[in-house]
């Protein structure tokens, strides 16, 4: 049973993807990421030593009640940095907890996936920034949900007109994806969802479940999954039904959350009615 301030691999697994996931703090010093450079899904970087800014980016203060802000610490092992870090926390009102094992634990955990920290974007003012092409459907809004569930929690999106995409992106400095000519897009039959899940390290059973709608949906290739087509739809509605792209990728986010949770507990589940009907 793990100590009442800290969270096991397989616990933290079942969180991540989820909106109920903790923030995810990595302390590792220098020496120790180089070594080893990945990142669990959806964890920054921070040194062990700065705790008042570190608390600042929980938007945290000293003094605040606790439970205000839950995060989770990982080092190397899961022990000195790790722990020391979160009685700290703890003290100061920030409900802290530390992974058991630290990142060599979550590595040693089978499919659990971890991000190279080469694939990620350089980041402007603390967090990712992408550019793609404004009125969003289905790429451009399953590929945001994807980085901030399992890359960067913080990532910024900017949409504008299609001609714009490139020239945006190179004056100020932010990623454009899901366009012609650029890295994060299409390669062959698979959709720029799929590029991503490639390059992040993402490869899981529930999120290629998921990809093949996704692909399915954006390809005009239903055959790929009987969801498809209701994906399809339903981006669709969204679509018509807002013209601030920001405001439709918030709403989108909580779509993507049910398929995800579909795809990592309920694709066995049928429905009809009567309840009791027998085949």
């Known amino acids: 049973m793990p100590a009442p301030n800290a969270t096991t691999p397989s616990q933290l697994l079942r ?147 299609a001609a714009e995409v490139e020239g945006v992106a190179a004056r100020y400095n932010a990623t454009p994806f899901d366009v012609e000519g650029v890295f994060w897009s299409h390669r062959g039959p698979l959709c720029t969802f799929d590029t991503m899940l490639d390059e992040f390290g993402l490869r899981t059973p529930p999120l290629d479940a998921l990809s093949k709608v996704v692909r399915g949906a954006d390809t005009n290739s239903h055959g790929l999954a009987p969801e498809a087509a209701g994906l399809l739809a339903i981006s669709v509605g969204l679509s018509r039904q807002y013209k601030n792209d920001i405001a439709q990728l918030e709403a989108g986010m909580a779509l993507y959350d049910a398929l995800f949770r579909w795809a990592r507990d309920g694709q066995d589940e049928s429905h009809d009615w009567p309840a009791d009907r027998r085949s």
């Not at 926390?89 to 040693?108: K, S, T, V």
């Not at 901030?148 to 949409?159: E, K, M």
């Open 15 to 161: 969180l991540i993807g989820t909106p109920d996931c903790p923030q995810i703090v990595d302390i590792s010093i220098d020496p120790d990421f180089n070594d080893d450079p990945f990142f669990i899904p959806g964890a920054f970087r921070h040194p062990h030593t700065e705790i008042d800014s570190l608390k600042a980016r929980l938007g945290t203060e000293l003094g605040a009640e606790l439970g205000a802000e839950r995060c989770i610490i990982a080092c190397q092992k899961g022990i000195k940095l790790s722990q020391g870090l979160t009685a700290w926390l703890r003290h100061d009102g920030i409900d802290a907890q530390y992974l058991e094992g630290g990142n060599y634990g979550w590595r040693d955990m089978p499919l659990a996936p971890r991000v190279p920290a080469a694939a990620l974007p350089n980041k402007i003012a603390g967090s990712t920034l992408w550019v793609t092409r404004q009125r969003p459907k289905i790429d451009r809004i399953a590929c945001p949900w994807l980085i901030r569930r399992f890359v960067d929690p913080s990532a910024r999106f900017l949409f504008v007109s």
